[in-house]
C-alpha cells in the first residue's frame, strides 16, 4: 500500500510540474496586466451606457469576402453622432488576419465601414466608440460559412 501512494504522489507532482510548464510556456491572454485598473475603466463604462441609455445595432450576420458594416448608435433614443468608432475584425482561431479601421458616419447615429473577411470560421467583431465622456467597447461573435 505504501509504494502505491508514493507511486501516486510522485504522479500528481508530475502532473502538476507538467501543467504548470505548459501554462507559463503558452500563458498568452492567460494574465491580464493592470486588471484591477482595466476592470474599474470597464464598471464606469458600463454605468455611463446605462445613464445615457446607449443602444447599438448591430449586422445580422457577416459572410466570407467583403462586407459594408453598418453600426447604428442611439443614446436615448436619439442618433449618437460626432462618436469617433474604430472597427475591430479578428478570426478566433488566427491573429494574423486581425485588422482595424476607423468607421465613418453616413448618416446621424451611423456609422459604416468596409472590411474584407478572407477565410471561414469565428470572427470577433467589436466597435471602440469615444464620445463626450464615454469611452467603451462592444463586441460580437460570428459564425462565417
Excluded: C
Amino acid at each position: 500500500m505504501k509504494p502505491f501512494i508514493i507511486a501516486l504522489y510522485a504522479l500528481f507532482l508530475f502532473a502538476m510540474a507538467s501543467g504548470l510548464t505548459v501554462a507559463f510556456r503558452n500563458a498568452e491572454g492567460l494574465v491580464e496586466p493592470d486588471y484591477y485598473l482595466k476592470q474599474n475603466g470597464w464598471f464606469r463604462a458600463k454605468t455611463e451606457e446605462r445613464r445615457i441609455g446607449l443602444q447599438v445595432e448591430s449586422p445580422e450576420s457577416i459572410r466570407q469576402g467583403e462586407n459594408e458594416l453598418t453600426f447604428v448608435l442611439t443614446e436615448q433614443g436619439k442618433p449618437l453622432t460626432n462618436a469617433a468608432v474604430k472597427l475591430f475584425i479578428g478570426q478566433v482561431q488566427n491573429s494574423a488576419q486581425d485588422v482595424t479601421h476607423a468607421m465613418r458616419e453616413t448618416a446621424p447615429g451611423t456609422y459604416k465601414a468596409t472590411v474584407d473577411v478572407p477565410a471561414r470560421g469565428k470572427w470577433l467583431v467589436r466597435i471602440d466608440l469615444s464620445s463626450n465622456n464615454l469611452n467603451t467597447s462592444k463586441s460580437w461573435f460570428y459564425d462565417v460559412n
